[in-house]
């Protein structure tokens, strides 16, 4: 099971702002706000991490270790996110 969490960063502070195995609704918090980064866990292991930088996403960590599905996840978001 995939879980998703919505951190938001402000400066050095981070705080969690949703934690779901819905992914349209982590993406729809993801969204609206440009500081926020998109955490996927599958048995207590960060996937990947996505962040938005203004409109922008990209991936942030999670790549090197989980190559493959690292990159499948963010494809798939990415696409999602076109979407919304």
Not at 21 to 34: G, P
Not at 41 to 69: H, S, T
Request: charged share 25%.
């Amino acid at each position: 099971m995939l879980i998703y969490t919505v951190v938001m960063w402000d400066h050095a502070d981070t705080d969690i702002m949703l934690a779901t195995t819905d992914r349209e609704e982590a993406l729809k918090e993801f969204e609206s706000c440009i500081a926020f980064s998109l955490q996927v866990w599958e048995q207590g292991e960060v996937l990947i991490e996505v962040i938005n930088n203004e409109g922008e996403y990209f991936a942030d960590g999670g790549l090197e270790r989980y190559p493959e599905k690292g990159h499948q996840l963010f494809n798939e978001i990415a696409e999602q996110l076109e979407v919304i």
